[in-house]
């Protein structure tokens, strides 16, 4: 496996990263160490290409259900009217339409409801995710994303009319006005929108992951005995939600084009993004060790070689010493062997 260096580092692109922090541990030694504007950059590409690319996604299912829907109410209505801020559907019975697969999961369509009939409606679309009721003076929408479990939103036709400046309508203008309208920009607009929204609501959640996951990043650092700085925690923790991210990407794309579903997808997301920081942590951590060993063999060597210059220095000495030694042990000699000798006369004895 190739290594990345610091330098090369620095050099990758953005798809050269999200594959190195799929399948390189290593190169989460790096990572710890890039600068934070860096990581977020990184970060926000990721963020912006998932919003892109499911709402798409979205796009192409708003614009299948804008077609069903036109189809179902040309076919289906035979008489729709609206005047004075009174909506009114010839129908027999309720309309009421259920699939779980799409954006909007149930619509129920009835403008001569009782009160009890909209409790029991507004009680019954409570129970889905997304849904949208048709009523004779509001219409009234449920939509998890936007709202709390237990909230709905309603719209009165008055003020809407009021609005757009609407005095009233029937079915022929509703169908001509669909006819007329620029559909590309229809989707256009929905398709900006959604990118807008789903990245701003995948951002803050995925950063409060990436805080998650810094703190168990930081704690399991300390239990392993090793010094990781809370930042640099965090920068593995965005890297480590790259897979993730884009398994969510796939999932959500399979899912709303095939219905396939997963059951505790979401656990297996949270799973995946903890398995890639304990991973890195404990790679670090041996990578550690092995540069302390090295370390300790440096100095090792580096010993050795300071002994055996250290010898060699004391080697010439110790010659010296010895030769130092052999002449003064000599000179004393002489002077004994000197004094067995006679002395020179002097003078007359000459």
Known sequence: MKKLTEENNKKEGFFKKVLLSIKDFEAYILFAGEKTRNVMGYFFMLIIIFAIIVSLVFTYKFNDTIKRTKDYFVNNISTLNYMDGILDIDTKDSIINENANEIIQIVIIDTKASEENEKEYINKVLNYDSGLIILKDR?????????????????KYSEIAKNYNIDNFNKEQI????????????YFGFFIVAVVYLGVIYSISSLLDVLLLSILAFLISRLVRIKIRFKACFNMSIHALTLPIL????????????????????????????????????????????????????????????????????????????????????????????????????????
């Open 139 to 155: 219409i009234i929408l449920k939509n998890s994303a936007i709202t709390n479990i237990t909230d709905i939103i309603e719209y």
């Open 175 to 186: 169908v001509e006005y669909i006819n007329n309208t620029n559909i590309f920009g229809l």
């Open 247 to 350: 398994l969510n990407c796939i999932y959500i794309l399979i899912n709303n084009l095939t219905g396939f579903t997963i059951q505790y997808f979401n656990w297996m997301y949270t799973t995946i993004s903890y398995i890639y920081i304990i991973v890195a942590i404990l790679i670090i951590k041996t990578d550690t060790i092995n540069k302390q060993m090295e370390l300790l063999k440096i100095i090792e060597e580096q010993e050795k070689v300071r002994n055996e210059m250290n010898q060699q220095e004391q080697q010439p000495k110790e010659k010296e010493q010895e030769k130092d030694e052999k002449e003064n042990t000599k000179k004393p000699k002489d002077k004994k062997e000197d004094k067995n000798v006679p002395d020179e006369p002097e003078g007359s004895n000459a």
